[in-house]
């Protein structure tokens, strides 16, 4: 029969004892991962500490498929700086550098325009209808490291939902059917 016949052999001879220890075990594995996040998000202070590239745009400094690891500091944005941000009515954040920083003399709070390295133009067509610049509540923050091609794990789960489910759907099987 295999393996998936074994499986839920397996799955049939457990007692109620081990599946509640098996399903506790599990919810303490995802409970982790969300205390790990929320730490780092506190730790760099951003809402996202980690994005992956979804596009070429930023080609050749990152490629599809870099993950970036992000820092939001207090000091202020400047020209060249790479930064992840939300626009308005968009929900995937953008990987893009700022070209240019304008900062209002009254208020000393700063706008940046940002371009993605291997776009023609800027970004204003990508920004909210009328925005012409980004504020600082826009910027999740800024790129200071990265992986490369790790984040193709994510893409292709995001493209093939399929795989997404088979992988989540194997692990929970592993974690229900394992023996200590």
């Known amino acids: 029969m295999g393996w998936i016949g074994e499986s839920v052999d397996s799955i049939k001879s457990l007692q109620f004892r081990q599946v509640l220890t098996q399903v506790v075990s599990l919810g303490m594995i995802v409970t982790s991962a969300l205390i790990i996040w929320k730490g780092l998000m506190c730790f760099t202070g951003s809402e996202s500490p980690v994005v992956v590239v979804l596009s070429g ?6 490629k599809r498929g ?6 939001m500091s207090k000091d202020p944005i400047r020209a060249g700086e ?4 939300n626009v308005d009515g968009r929900e995937i954040p953008i990987v893009h550098r700022v070209i240019k920083v304008h900062e209002r003399k009254d208020t000393g709070e700063v706008d940046v325009l940002t371009k993605g390295d291997n776009n023609f133009g800027d970004d ?4 909210a209808h009328g925005q012409l610049w980004l504020n600082r509540h826009h910027i999740m923050g800024r790129a200071v490291g990265f992986l490369p091609y790790v984040g193709w794990v994510t893409i292709i789960m995001t493209e093939k939902p399929i795989i997404k489910y088979i992988l989540i759907g194997a692990l ?3 974690v229900v059917t394992a023996k200590d």
Not at 66 to 71: M, Q, R
Not at 124 to 127: K, Q, T
């Open 82 to 85: 790479i930064v992840v941000f």
């Open 57 to 62: 745009s930023m080609e050749p400094g990152f």
């Open 124 to 127: 204003r067509l990508l920004y």
């Open 66 to 71: 870099d993950i970036l690891f992000l820092h």
């Open 172 to 174: 929970g099987l592993l």
